[in-house]
């Protein structure tokens, strides 16, 4: 009997299954391609410094805290507004003018932020 990969069919099919798997990988790899800089991102931090301030405790009352965020949930939520997935009067008009580096930048400086808390009554 035949070894299963020495069929001729299946050692010409071999090929067309690397490339689909490589494609179906180029189809992931965008999201995780962009390398992030924290310090870049504090440089462009200051454009959310007036609403989540710099060190990313908000200083607007309707504006979330950032500092400590995860950079995968800031990441998606700026590439939400940006696409129009997710809507606010001036998120959506500030994302749409930032790229995928931006996004990961940002994204990475305010998760870099450590945060502490203090749980009340001292315990």
């Known amino acids: 009997m035949r070894h299963p990969m020495r069929h001729p069919r299946l050692r010409a099919a071999r090929p067309f299954a690397l490339a689909a798997l490589l494609g179906a990988a180029s189809l992931i790899a965008p999201s995780v391609a962009v390398a992030a800089d924290p310090a870049a991102g504090k440089d462009k931090a200051g454009m959310c410094a007036t609403c989540h301030g710099l060190d990313g405790i908000a200083s607007a009352p309707d504006a979330p805290n ?13 590439k939400a507004y940006r696409s129009g ?8 008009i500030i994302a749409k003018g930032l790229e995928d580096a931006d996004i990961a930048d940002l994204a990475a400086w305010y998760a870099s932020i450590e945060v502490t808390a203090t749980m009340p009554g001292g315990n």
């Open 66 to 78: 950032l500092a400590g965020t995860s950079a995968i949930y800031l990441g998606e939520q700026l």
């Open 85 to 92: 997935a997710r809507q606010h009067p001036q998120m959506s």
